[in-house]
């Protein structure tokens, strides 16, 4: 390998910091790619995310710690093994900065001579800048197939917005309009690339830490249960982006020429270099294709997952014509949530209730038996299990009739769908408004 112009000496400061840095930020990508390779080769969890799985031997130290230090309020048999947002992961990771500080201290002492970690320095930024790459390439491409942030489904665009909590209304204004979701996984996309090339990488640096500062806003305001993993993908840029402030600073505010080169190690050896080169190429291709190819079966189940709104045009009891009246029997809106089983199909029934006492509808297991022409719903939780059954008409496109007994009364129900399970305003985008 060869060297240019690295700096001889660090300061004491210098050496302590980067110590800390590496120890914690090896730990917290080793732990995040874990999860972007599980969720990209469609490998399936077993008892938690990424290296969680794994931590359950921790379980009782970790009670220990959080009792007579921590005091978070951690107790293993209720709390799931999850990243930092939750509190076993909040657990993990101050244990784990509390290790990284004894270790700097240890390492600190132990290698108190060198004068300068250049070389570990250089390649550790390598490996940081191709791990957020990786990271954020996965967000990306979930964005871009939208599937992160799903279309709201039927019974989220019947509810009250007032029902939502702050992650709820971010999840759903973004999921509600596919193009923004799509604009945003090119941007992250984008960044990913341009993190991989030593030439292009603090444009990357600076593009990925304007995305990252947004998402981190997001996460906290909307409160998004990865606000710390976001935060810590932030610190990973702003590490990689350390060495260029001096020189941006001068390039941007006092207009001064300045070179953006990085100083680098590399391999004399071209075969070597073209091995490592072809290795990354077929990494970053083979985590693409695993991730394209789940991401559209994942699309494929939350479009099929959105469900069916139909309006009931009559509802008829003992052939009587019932109207709009304040009532627990006389639908308003008939809906239908696919699933894979009849135990995940869901139906819900509004109802024609002023007093908004059944505003969130009822909920029914339903099953249909396209031979019989029957359509059965039951009750999913009481202590009385309900059925009802109803025959209807399979071959009917733009109509559904049912006929049958509901609470006791005989009734003839009929209903059109909604378009397209969009019930709420399903607009087209205005250039130039027409008012």
């Not at 600190?108 to 790459?133: E, G, I, M, Q, T």
């Not at 304040?326 to 109802?351: C, Q």
């Not at 009750?379 to 209807?392: N, V």
């Not at 009734?411 to 305003?425: A, F, Q, R």
């Given at each position: ?37 599980e969720f990209a ?23 220990w710690l959080d ?96 029902d939502q909590n ?270």
């Amino acid at each position: 390998m060869t060297t240019e112009n690295f700096s001889p000496r660090w300061t004491n400061w210098q050496k302590i910091i980067f110590r800390v840095f590496f120890l914690f930020l090896l730990f917290f990508t080793i732990d995040y790619l874990y999860v972007v390779f599980e969720f990209a080769l469609a490998v399936n969890f077993k008892n938690g995310f990424g290296l969680y799985e794994y931590l359950s031997i921790l379980h009782k130290p970790f009670s220990w710690l959080d009792t007579h230090l921590y005091h978070i309020g951690y107790n293993p048999k209720k709390n799931s093994d999850l990243g930092p947002d939750y509190i076993f992961g909040v657990v993990l990771y101050i244990s784990i900065l509390i290790f990284c500080l004894l270790a700097a201290a240890i390492w600190s002492w132990l290698d108190r001579k060198r004068p300068s970690y250049n070389k570990l320095h250089y390649w550790f930024r390598v490996y940081l800048r191709y791990a957020v790459a990786i990271i954020m390439l996965f967000y990306g491409m979930d964005k871009l197939i939208p599937v992160q942030m799903p279309y709201p489904d039927a019974n989220t665009l019947l509810g009250k917005f007032g029902d939502q909590n702050h992650f709820t209304v971010l999840w759903n204004f973004i999921g509600a309009s596919p193009g923004y979701e799509i604009f945003t996984g090119v941007c992250e996309i984008t960044g990913s690339l341009l993190l991989l090339f030593r030439r292009s990488s603090v444009f990357g640096y600076l593009l990925m830490c304007t995305i990252l500062t947004n998402v981190v806003a997001l996460n906290i305001f909307y409160n998004v249960s990865v606000k710390i993993f976001s935060s810590l993908l932030l610190i990973c840029i702003l590490f990689l982006l350390a060495p260029f402030f001096q020189r941006l600073v001068q390039l941007f505010f006092y207009e001064q020429k300045v070179s953006l080169a990085e100083k680098h190690y590399h391999f004399q050896s071209r075969t070597t270099r073209r091995l490592l080169n072809l290795s990354g190429a077929l990494l970053i291709a083979l985590l693409i294709l695993g991730n394209i190819s789940g991401n559209f079966k994942r699309y494929r189940k939350s479009v099929e997952g959105r469900g069916q709104i139909y309006e009931v045009t009559s509802f008829v009891t003992k052939d009587t014509l019932q109207a709009n009246i304040t009532d627990t029997l006389n639908w308003k809106r008939f809906v239908l949530m696919g699933g894979r089983s009849d135990t995940t199909n869901y139906a819900i029934i509004y109802y024609n209730n002023i007093n908004n006492e059944f505003e969130n509808g009822d909920w029914y297991y339903y099953s249909k038996d396209t031979t019989k022409k029957t359509f059965t719903i039951r009750d999913i939780s009481g202590p009385i299990i309900h059925h009802y059954s109803f025959t209807y008409n399979p071959e009917a496109k733009d109509s559904l009739s049912f006929t049958g007994k509901f609470k006791g009364y005989d009734v003839k129900i009929n209903m059109k769908p909604v378009m397209d399970s969009m019930y709420l305003n399903k607009e087209k985008i205005k250039w130039v408004q027409d008012y």
